[in-house]
C-alpha cells in the first residue's frame, strides 16, 4: 500500500491550499479530487470572490489580516497577481439585525483603518449609489476582489511544482482510522496516510458519518448574476466599489471586474438541496428578487447578462471548522461556510499546521469540530 505524510480529500480552495502549504514545507502529500481539476460543482469557481478584513467580530479579523499577509506571500511567490484592491463598504439597515458598531469596535480592536459614513457621504462618494437614510456604512480601503479560479489553479500548480500528487478523477470513498494513522479509500483503490485532511465541503458528511462524527450543514444552491449597465465606466474599480447590504436579507456584488458587468447576488438564498440533487439552473424566482433589490440600491445597473450557480455547505452559526475530530485525532476538518474565500491561502496554511506541527500559529479555538458535532 501506498504511503503518505498526509492525504488532503478535496481539492477546491481550501483543499488547495492545504495541499500547496503541505508541499511547499516538504511533506509527501497526495491529494484527490472526485472530478475534474476546476470544475464547477462546489464553491470554488467563477471569477471573483470578495476579499475584506471588515468583519463584526475579532477572531475572524484577525484571521483576515493573517489571510492578507499569506495572500501577499502566495502572489510573491507564485508570480501571479490574484488580488485587486478596490476598497470597499458594509451598508447596514439601522432598524436590521446588525450593528455598524459591532464592525467599528472590531476594526478598531484589530487596529485596520475604517470610516463610518452617513448616506449623503456615500452618495457623495459613489453616486451610482441610492441609500435610504436609516442606513450607516462602514468603508475599509483594504477591501478588493480575489480572482477565484485563478488562486485555485496557481495553487494545484505550485503543489506541483513542490512535489504534491494531485490525482483528480478519484473519489474518497471512505476513512478507516487505525493505529498507525488512516486508510484512505479511494474508487482507485487504497493508501495509507498518517493524516488526513476532509476539506470535501457539501460532502463533508459522507466520510464522517460513518465515523459517528457528523457535521451538521445546510446545504444549498446560490446564485450570481452578472448585470450590463448602460454606462460600465462608471462602475470602473477605480469608481465604484465592493459592497455588502447586512440585513435579515443580506446581499453583495462588484465593480466590473474582466468584462463591462458588475456582479450581485443574495448571500444564503435558502435554496436548499443535496449535491446529488442540485439542478445548476438558476431560480426565476431569486434572480427576480435580486434584480428588484438592485433597482432601488443601484439603479443603473442594466439589464440581466447572465446568472451562475454554485454551492454553500453552511455549519451552525456559520462559524469555520478548523481542527482536528476529538474521537479521530488523525483526521483534520476545514470548513469555510459559504464565507471562506477571502482567507483560502490562510485557511490551507494552518490546516497543514494542524498536520505536521499538531497546532497552529493562528488562533483557532473559536473553530473547534468539538463544537459544531451532532451530539
Known amino acids: 500500500m501506498e504511503s503518505f505524510e498526509v492525504a488532503v480529500v478535496g481539492m477546491g480552495a481550501i483543499g488547495s491550499a492545504a495541499a500547496y502549504h503541505l508541499a511547499r514545507r516538504g511533506a509527501k502529500v497526495v491529494a484527490f479530487e472526485q472530478y475534474e481539476l476546476g470544475h464547477v460543482r462546489g464553491a470554488s469557481h467563477d471569477t471573483s470572490r470578495i476579499v475584506r478584513t471588515s468583519y463584526g467580530a475579532s477572531s475572524y479579523v484577525r484571521l483576515a489580516q493573517s489571510a492578507y499577509r499569506d495572500w501577499a506571500d502566495l502572489e510573491q511567490e507564485s508570480g501571479e497577481r490574484l488580488l485587486t484592491i478596490t476598497g470597499g463598504v458594509i451598508l447596514i439597515p439601522t432598524d436590521g439585525p446588525y450593528s455598524a458598531s459591532d464592525f467599528t469596535v472590531a476594526l478598531t480592536e484589530c487596529g485596520v483603518e475604517h470610516e463610518l459614513l452617513s448616506p449623503t457621504e456615500v452618495q457623495a462618494r459613489w453616486p451610482q449609489f441610492r441609500v435610504p437614510e436609516n442606513v450607516e456604512t462602514v468603508y475599509t480601503a483594504d477591501t478588493g476582489i480575489a480572482h477565484a479560479s485563478r488562486t485555485v489553479a496557481t495553487l494545484q500548480m505550485r503543489a506541483r511544482v513542490h512535489g504534491a500528487d494531485i490525482r483528480d478523477r478519484t473519489a474518497v470513498l471512505s476513512l478507516t482510522p487505525d493505529a498507525d494513522g488512516v486508510i484512505v479509500h479511494t474508487a482507485n483503490g487504497d493508501i495509507r496516510a498518517g493524516k488526513v485532511i476532509v476539506a470535501a465541503d457539501a460532502w463533508t458528511n459522507t466520510l464522517l458519518e460513518p465515523l459517528d462524527a457528523a457535521i451538521p450543514l445546510d446545504i444549498m444552491q446560490e446564485q450570481v448574476t452578472y448585470f450590463h449597465p448602460a454606462e460600465p465606466d462608471d462602475y470602473d474599480r477605480s469608481r465604484f466599489p465592493v459592497w455588502i447590504w447586512e440585513d435579515d436579507e443580506c446581499y453583495y456584488g462588484f465593480p466590473t471586474f474582466g468584462e463591462p458587468s458588475i456582479k450581485a447576488a443574495r ?24 434584480t428588484e433589490f438592485m433597482d432601488g440600491l443601484i439603479p443603473g445597473k442594466g439589464p440581466e447578462l447572465r446568472t451562475v450557480t454554485c454551492q454553500y455547505a453552511l455549519t451552525k452559526d456559520r462559524r469555520f471548522v478548523l481542527s482536528a475530530l476529538p474521537q479521530h485525532p488523525d483526521i483534520i476538518v476545514g470548513l469555510a461556510a459559504g464565507h471562506g474565500f477571502k482567507f483560502t491561502p490562510t485557511l490551507g496554511r494552518v490546516l497543514a499546521e494542524l498536520a505536521l506541527d499538531g497546532e497552529s500559529t493562528d488562533d483557532l479555538r473559536e473553530f473547534g469540530a468539538a463544537d459544531s458535532m451532532v451530539r
Request: net charge negative; no cysteine; proline share 12%.
Open 267 to 290: 448571500d444564503v438564498s435558502e435554496n436548499r438541496m443535496t449535491p446529488e440533487q442540485r439542478s445548476f439552473v438558476p431560480s426565476p424566482e431569486l434572480t427576480a428578487q435580486l
